[in-house]
């Protein structure tokens, strides 16, 4: 068995469905992301073949908190709301914007609704107050000038990062909004669910 079987296995009893999610709609498919991005915070048993006889070992597997974050009929155009996820750690300040436009991610009627995490991924600059409402952009950073366009995803528009900025990944019920995953790593983490 290849580890990318042995990796399949462990995420079918635990990824959540489309059903269940679907406002999920991303560059990679969340349940790769969450195998990916994260930390692990629960133990399954996996099935191994490990020479003669098949054994079981614990293997990590990878969640976020499901966090609600605002409500969409609250929001304004172009007025960013400020929230911590996916802790109250170091770096997580990010920011929960209407652009009005629709964007990569986005949730709502119009799909415009996005969030993202506020420190720039080159060396962590802080870009809250930066956003630009004509250009639907977050920077230019304060330290280097690197700028993120959030109606793609984060990806970098000038600058020296060349990493785009962490999406948070959003699920709409009702009219609350919840923060359920990042998609990217967090600047000044090793994994965005260990600060
Ligand atoms: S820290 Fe933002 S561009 Fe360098």
Partial sequence: MTDQTQMSEIGTSQMPSKVDHPAGKCLMSRRKFLLTSGIATSTVMVAMNTGAAATKIPAMVATYPRKKIGKLSALKTDM??????????????SMLVKLGTEAGGGIGPRKDVVAFNYFCTHQGGDLSGTYKADTKSLGACPLHLSTYDLTRHGILISGQAYQSLPQVLLELQGDDIYAVGVFGLIFGRYDNLQG
């Fill in 80 to 93: 960013p709301v400020g929230f911590e996820y996916p802790d109250e750690g170091a770096y997580a300040q």
